[in-house]
């Protein structure tokens, strides 16, 4: 099972608006539900997602329990040069991810 | 084995609610001519709804439109695309129906007048009714998915629709070169008989294993779970380890276009070229539901889950495939179910007498090889207003030996034989 799944245009013309993609299979662990023994089943989400352009934040997001397991994020920036996103997921118990990709802007 | 029981306790206060509305009609009395009741669609939940008025009133005027003349079943078409069966095994004729009284209309329905209870045809005729049985199936959805539409259909089948589809995915199939990959896209849910994808994948991967072995199948899921799940993975495990693949919602499966010129299918992370490419796209109620204004946003038809009654339109009843049935499942097994419970109730109503709720019982078989198949058995009945699973039903066990797994799939044969007899025979 892939961890982290992402989708960038390879290639896009300078000034086109392009969608990014972004998903990670984690649990989503909200911290409310009970075992069948009444204890707590503790939280375990994700509780950051952000995305660097050249080193440069472009999109970040907080998480929070009532997101559904597998986040799946997408959204659109505008292509100005060519470089590489950075993606990072970051959550409770030191959970950590990265992924990224390159595009060409011509 | 699809039976449908009528328990005797009633539900009071829907009982009174719908005693009032039936009496609230201003013609229908045990001592008026005979109530005409038509049915649109001769499918598993129509023919068996038709049926079932005529049997329980002999005088009941009940008209089957259906334009088909001849009725191709889903249940075991996933055999006949993997060249285990005959499509003539699907097929069957409306003359024992024909034979029994009902007024068989070849015709298609051109509209729907719901105020003057009339049934428009393509032919310029009107017929009216007193009661209205919608069992128009499903349409598939050629504006939901971008690039599929019916001329992408002919190169990319959905054959979720028995017939032609079925033929012609089963023909790209046998024509593919060994080594190819045959993909097949999955929506999410609601979809007609939902474990089907799994059972055919599950076929085309005996076909390819002795014919063409280098082959593999892809699965490309909108859904992270899916019916039966364990006892696929399992027997996916024992008979086709390394053919069939599957890429889960979560895993960036589900297809979001389709490029019928080159049969590539794009999902949210990734592109994939097939050799055959079945396309089984999104759906709602049958074209019939739309026309008529019984189908709401959601495509589907609402309906009390005692009388099947439209909750959008009057004296016009919706079973099958079409409506929001709850817990149920689009199946043939459940459509006859509800044909059957439905006929019951609107003679109720016709006769003026409280319909008793109907708890229905539904069954379905996945057979993933010849003397291979489990099955899923289901009890429904209204509860809050929709169709709820209750007690009573039972899934194959995921541990079983060979032997039950064997038995299943003479069950699932004689269940076939069963059913389509029991409506069309």
């Keep these: 099972m892939a961890s982290a799944l992402i989708n960038v245009p390879k290639r896009a013309k300078r000034g086109d608006i392009i969608e990014i993609r972004a998903l990670t299979s984690h649990i989503m662990e909200t911290g409310y539900r009970r075992k069948a023994s009444g204890e707590i089943v503790p939280r375990d989400i994700i509780t950051s997602f952000t995305c660097r352009f050249n080193g440069q934040e472009i999109f970040r997001a907080d998480l929070f329990p009532a997101i559904a397991a597998n986040p799946y994020f997408s959204f659109f920036t505008t292509a100005r040069e060519s470089g590489r996103f950075e993606f990072e997921w970051t959550g409770d118990n030191g959970f950590s991810q990265t992924a990224s990709a390159a595009i060409t802007v011509e | ?425």
Excluded at chain 2, 249 to 266: C, E, F, M, Q
Aim: with cysteine; charged share 20%.
């Design chain 2, 1 to 425: 084995m699809n039976t449908l029981r009528q328990v005797g306790r009633r539900d009071a206060l829907r009982g009174v609610a719908a005693l009032a509305a039936s009496l609230a009609l201003p013609s229908i009395t045990h001592a008026q001519p005979a109530a005409r009741v038509i049915v649109v669609g001769g499918g598993f939940g129509g023919a068996a709804c038709a049926r079932a008025l005529k049997r329980i009133d002999a005088k009941l005027a009940v008209t089957l439109i259906e334009p088909n003349k001849t009725f191709t079943a889903c249940p075991f078409s996933n055999e006949v695309i993997a060249g285990l069966r005959n499509i003539e095994a699907q097929q069957f004729g409306y003359g024992k129906l024909a034979a029994e009284g009902i007024d068989i209309v070849a015709q298609a329905v051109k509209a729907i007048d719901p105020q003057r209870r009339a049934v428009m045809l393509a032919d310029g005729t009107s017929l009216s009714y007193d009661r209205l049985v919608l069992a128009p199936g499903i349409e598939l959805r050629f504006d939901a998915l971008p690039g599929y539409d019916e001329s992408a259909a002919q190169k990319m089948p959905h054959a979720w629709q028995a017939g032609e589809q079925t033929l012609l995915l089963r023909r790209q199939i046998e024509a593919m070169e060994d080594g190819g990959l045959v993909a097949i896209a999955v929506p999410a849910n609601p979809l007609r008989c939902p474990p089907a994808p799994y059972e055919r994948a599950s076929l085309i991967a005996h076909y390819l294993k002795s014919r063409k072995p280098r082959s593999k199948v892809l699965i490309l899921d909108a859904k992270d779970n899916f019916s039966q799940q364990r006892l696929f993975e399992k027997a996916w495990n024992e008979l086709y380890d390394g053919i069939i693949e599957r890429i889960a919602l979560s895993d960036g499966g589900r297809v979001t276009s389709v490029d019928a010129s080159t049969n590539t299918i794009i999902t949210e992370f990734g592109d994939h070229i097939a050799a055959v490419a079945n396309i089984i796209p999104p759906q709602r109620a049958g074209r019939i539901a739309a026309i008529a204004g019984a189908a709401d946003k959601t495509g589907w038809c609402p309906i009390d889950p005692v009388t099947f009654a439209s909750k959008l339109l009057p004296d016009v009843h919706v079973i099958g495939d079409a409506c929001l049935g709850g817990a149920i499942p689009k199946s043939a097994s459940a459509a006859s179910a509800q044909g059957k419970a439905c006929a019951r109730a609107i003679f109720d109503l016709l006769s003026g007498k409280a319909p008793e709720t109907p708890k229905l019982s539904g069954i379905c078989y996945d057979t993933v090889a010849p003397g291979y198949a489990f099955s899923l058995a289901g009890l429904y009945q209204s509860k809050d207003d929709i169709f709820a699973e209750v007690e009573g039903g039972g899934s194959s066990a995921v541990d079983a030996p060979r032997e039950v797994r064997a038995r299943e799939a003479e069950a699932a044969r004689n269940w076939y034989t069963t059913i389509t007899e029991e409506t069309f025979g």
